[in-house]
């Protein structure tokens, strides 16, 4: 984990505890790049949370831009996924501010930081 993936999920607005606790928890896993690679079934373990309510609250998170997922191969055959943050310092400030904004518009309970 980053200081720069700790900064920026604290500080976002996602509009929901449980999309935050999903952002939070994926930030713990990530690397300097803000890359991770946890499975569903840990994440809803260590958040306490089913496996049905974590695959919604990444749907959520991606289609705000929080974060960006993508297929993998994981080990014994079995496909996962790979998160990447999007972090500023990442994918650029003008693509996330882009994206925070979209998010904005979609639900009027988040506010801008």
Excluded at 22 to 45: K, T
Excluded at 80 to 94: A, I, R, S, T
């Amino acid at each position: 984990m980053s200081w720069q993936a700790t900064n920026w999920a604290t500080q976002l607005r996602v509009g929901s505890p449980i999309d935050k606790l999903c952002l939070l928890m994926l930030r713990n896993r990530a690397d300097q790049d803000g890359v991770c690679w946890p499975s569903q079934a840990r994440l809803a373990d260590e958040g306490e949370m089913s496996a049905d309510t974590v695959q919604r609250s990444l749907k959520r998170l991606e289609a705000d831009g929080f974060i960006r997922r993508s297929r993998s191969l994981k080990t014994r055959g079995r496909k996962g996924y790979v998160y990447q943050l999007m972090m500023p310092h990442v994918v650029g400030e003008k693509a996330h501010k882009a994206a925070y904004l979209k998010s904005l518009s979609k639900n009027k309970l988040r506010r801008p930081l």
